[in-house]
């Protein structure tokens, strides 16, 4: 069977691969055409009709920039994706883009699939009308979001967590203490570590603040998680701390607590046993605040909270993440405590929601099931 697949994303180009691996075992006549990345186009053994980082626009002002190649993109995809005929398009995440590819592959009489729900639970739920039109099915790595797809009355498989599967195949590989510490060159103090995010704007906005929170600690270690295409004098504005690349599950598997800014990392961080604050400082307004709590439909924003249904770890978002607010919620995380040993419970109780399923495994399963049907 013929496969196309979206990826638009870096993240996505991850999950991308994997999926094409399973496709690839489990249909040994599968045909790949893909939009992705690096890891995707090693997957597929070829190279994608776009790469990812052609793709890959963020935020208001750097898309106006890009409309010209947007629209290009776009152009290309469809009718690649025309002249190709595919048993079906997979969907990866990537909304704004495929959404509209979906709806002209619907338009065509190609059935449509969407592995990992874009986050219309939490914003933009309008999203939810080009769905219901234009995708055919549902696979999602989130156990929560069946109950809003539910609820919408559409088609949905939870299929696992990847990266559940990451930390635990990473597990048995992860450094020693004593090992890591020789790697780094680091004296034997505790570790907290920090994790400002993979974007320019996140660190600008997070790594300030989660520094001075840090220092409030002076008898343990910061260091940084480096994103790999930051340069090093972005973190040296801030503060003399080891900066640390492709080390973050050593890092955080050898640290007695983490900063964390909002996003996947909240959940990788939990599932390697790391008490853990969340935080999203963005401009820091109050203003920006209750705008984003008007637009926002979900009680958290970190994923462990958000699985677990209630709050495992203090979430610290805009005007109300200050370098005191940080340094309050961390300290009792740090010694042996009531409060630490309640969010690694929360912890186990968030690891039980996620199950056992191998996400690209069932995934995969799942379509050729459907199509051979």
Same mark, same amino acid.
């Given at each position: 069977?013929?496969?196309?697949?979206?990826?638009?994303?870096?993240?996505?180009?991850?999950?991308?691969?994997?999926?094409?691996?399973?496709?690839?075992?489990?249909?040994?006549?599968?045909?790949?055409?893909?939009?992705?990345?690096?890891?995707?186009?090693?997957?597929?053994?070829?190279?994608?009709?776009?790469?990812?980082?052609?793709?890959?626009?963020?935020?208001?002002?750097?898309?106006?920039?890009?409309?010209?190649? =947007?629209?290009?993109?776009?152009?290309?995809?469809?009718?690649?994706?025309?002249?190709?005929?595919?048993?079906?398009?997979?969907? =990866?995440?990537?909304?704004?883009?495929?959404?509209?590819?979906?709806?002209?592959?619907?338009?065509?009489?190609?059935?449509?699939?969407?592995?990992?729900?874009?986050?219309?639970?939490?914003?933009?739920?309008?999203?939810?009308?080009?769905?219901?039109?234009?995708?055919?099915?549902?696979?999602?790595?989130?156990?929560?979001?069946?109950?809003?797809?539910?609820?919408?009355?559409?088609? =949905?498989?939870?299929?696992?967590?990847?990266?559940?599967?990451?930390?635990?195949?990473?597990?048995?590989?992860?450094?020693?203490?004593?090992?890591?510490?020789?790697?780094?060159?680091?004296?034997?103090?505790?570790?907290?570590?920090?994790?400002?995010?993979?974007?320019?704007?996140?660190?600008?906005?997070?790594?300030?603040?989660?520094?001075?929170?840090?220092?409030?600690?002076?008898?343990?270690?910061?260091?940084?998680?480096?994103?790999?295409?930051?340069?090093?004098?972005?973190?040296?504005?801030?503060?003399?701390?080891?900066?640390?690349?492709?080390?973050?599950?050593?890092?955080?598997?050898?640290?007695?607590?983490?900063?964390?800014?909002?996003?996947?990392?909240?959940?990788?961080?939990?599932?390697?046993?790391?008490?853990?604050?969340?935080?999203?400082?963005?401009?820091?307004?109050?203003?920006?605040?209750?705008?984003?709590?008007?637009?926002?439909?979900?009680?958290?924003?970190?994923?462990?909270?958000?699985?677990?249904?209630?709050?495992?770890?203090?979430?610290?978002?805009?005007?109300?993440?200050?370098?005191?607010?940080?340094?309050?919620?961390?300290?009792?995380?740090?010694?042996?405590?009531?409060?630490?040993?309640?969010?690694?419970?929360?912890?186990?109780?968030?690891?039980?929601?996620?199950?056992?399923?191998?996400?690209?495994?069932?995934?995969?399963?799942?379509? =050729?099931?459907?199509?051979?049907?």
């Amino acid at each position: 069977m013929h496969y196309f697949i979206i990826a638009g994303e870096a993240s996505g180009d991850l999950h991308g691969a994997a999926l094409i691996k399973e496709l690839k075992r489990q249909d040994p006549e599968a045909k790949i055409s893909f939009l992705g990345g690096d890891k995707m186009s090693e997957a597929a053994g070829h190279e994608p009709i776009i790469h990812n980082r052609d793709m890959a626009f963020m935020g208001f002002s750097e898309v106006l920039r890009h409309l010209g190649k =947007i629209f290009s993109n776009l152009s290309t995809t469809r009718r690649k994706l025309l002249d190709a005929r595919p048993d079906c398009l997979i969907l =990866i995440d990537y909304p704004s883009f495929n959404l509209k590819v979906a709806k002209t592959a619907s338009s065509a009489g190609i059935l449509v699939y969407y592995y990992i729900s874009p986050k219309i639970w939490a914003w933009k739920e309008w999203r939810i009308k080009s769905i219901k039109r234009y995708v055919d099915r549902m696979f999602s790595i989130l156990p929560f979001e069946r109950q809003f797809y539910q609820r919408h009355n559409f088609p =949905i498989d939870y299929v696992g967590n990847p990266s559940v599967e990451e930390i635990d195949s990473l597990r048995p590989t992860l450094l020693s203490r004593s090992e890591f510490l020789s790697l780094h060159r680091l004296r034997d103090r505790q570790i907290i570590a920090l994790l400002p995010g993979s974007r320019m704007g996140e660190i600008r906005c997070n790594l300030p603040v989660m520094v001075e929170a840090a220092r409030r600690f002076p008898q343990y270690r910061p260091v940084i998680a480096g994103a790999r295409d930051i340069p090093d004098d972005v973190y040296a504005q801030f503060c003399d701390y080891p900066v640390l690349r492709d080390s973050t599950f050593d890092l955080l598997a050898n640290s007695r607590a983490a900063i964390v800014t909002s996003g996947t990392a909240t959940l990788e961080t939990a599932l390697l046993g790391v008490p853990q604050v969340v935080v999203y400082r963005s401009n820091g307004s109050k203003l920006a605040y209750n705008i984003m709590r008007k637009l926002i439909k979900v009680d958290y924003i970190s994923l462990p909270n958000l699985i677990a249904d209630r709050e495992i770890i203090p979430e610290l978002i805009l005007h109300n993440c200050t370098p005191d607010s940080i340094a309050d919620a961390l300290a009792p995380l740090l010694p042996d405590t009531p409060v630490r040993q309640a969010q690694l419970d929360g912890y186990a109780d968030m690891r039980q929601q996620l199950g056992t399923s191998t996400a690209a495994v069932t995934t995969a399963k799942l379509i =050729i099931d459907a199509l051979s049907h």
